[in-house]
């Protein structure tokens, strides 16, 4: 697209000659002059020049070197002609952009078209490669990871099998959060697990951000039973009611039709019935902890504090900058082994020490409130199991990290080696 850049301003910047061209050949013709390029030319030369004569003084009178006497005189109406030009060009532009453009973009989808499946097997290829030398680099921490992750959702399944067979009451609401909550936290672990497997560690870490999320809430629920759990699924109103706003605000640009008025109306209603019962500041973001809390206004750093996880904050935070367009999102990379304002547009083959730990020690924390709803000997079998496969993982993990540090170190030393040989040789 940039040589199209640089053929319009190409085009553009010849504009004012062949303007001037044309109106000296009419000038010449006007006056009786036989037509002559090269002295067209010479005219247009001095007409582009200074716009001065050799005393500094301005004039419409241009000297020409020739067999012949000739006077050319440039009036109002020659200026106004010029400014005609200029105009019909100016309108005219916009539409070649466009028409040139369009030209330009159909034949480059063309050539995309044309050569994608070539590509995209060529990638496909690429890519099996690089997970398998992935694998072959952190196949010991992946695996951990994916074993954690099974039997997490082994438990899941049958806590989840319990608890919709039991016909008490005495915990319906918790049961029923915490096993959704966990479902959830199993798909997203799954998730920062192809994130891990491809290459995309810093993609992996704003996963984890929300499974830390998922785990704090469900453990704080644990701790606040089955009242706090029945606040917590009856606060998706207040979620409802939020979004309910939002669209009205925005259907009108987006060209979507407003929300339903009946279903507007019973959202409203169910809204102002969940204040009446549990009180103004369950309209909140949190309002379903903040009696639990004493906190009017809660937020997730009081969740956070709640749940005994106020020690991973800086982790939170750092994760939080692949979630937003914060300067240190581009300045800092788990991707790159230096970490610093490295560019990655793609996979990269270090980095996932910090997501794949994390998610190992949340996963852990949400499923382990599964297992404490009754002890029995199969469930302490699973515990000492899920705590066996978390503590391999992080040294797995880091094991692999500093084997790759330490072969990019032998790398970089001997380019720089080679550089001092080839630079001692031209000497």
Known sequence: MGSLQ????????????????????????AAGHAEDEKLIGSIVDQLLGSGEDADGDDEDVIEIESDEDIVLQFTEADTARVQDYANKISETLPDLIHTVAEAAAGKMLRRYERDWAVWRDATDIQMDQFRCNLQARWGKGFDALRMLIELSRDIGT???????????????????ALSHLHVRAIQIASEIMVLMENGY???AMARWRTLHEVACVAMVLDDGGEALAE???????????KGLGQYQQCHTRLGFAPFAKRAAARIEKDYADAIRRYGKEFGGDYGWVAAHLGNPKPNF???????????MRSHYKMASHNVHASTKG???????????????AGASNVGFVEPGQ???LSLLHITMLLLSTSWTLDKIAQLMALNKL????????????????RDEKKIREAAVARHVKRSRAKR
């Not at 303007?19 to 010449?28: M, P």
């Not at 067979?165 to 609401?173: E, G, I, V």
Request: charged share 30%; aromatic share 4%.
């Open 301 to 311: 750093s009081n969740i956070e504090d709640a749940a005994g996880r106020a020690m």
């Open 158 to 176: 049958d806590f989840h099998r319990r608890a919709s067979r039991s016909r008490s009451r005495r915990r319906a609401h918790l049961n029923k």
């Open 358 to 360: 994390n998610l190992a």
């Open 6 to 29: 640089a053929l319009l301003e190409e085009q553009l910047s010849t504009m004012p000659r062949i303007i001037a061209t044309e109106l000296v050949r009419d000038k010449l013709k």
């Open 201 to 203: 560690a810093d993609g």
């Open 231 to 241: 606040r917590y699924l009856a606060h998706e109103i207040v979620e409802a009611k």
């Open 390 to 405: 978390h503590d391999r993982i992080p040294p797995a993990l880091a094991q692999a990290e500093r084997a790759i540090a």
């Open 330 to 344: 581009i300045a800092y990379r788990l991707g790159s082994l230096d970490r610093r304002y490295a560019v990655i």
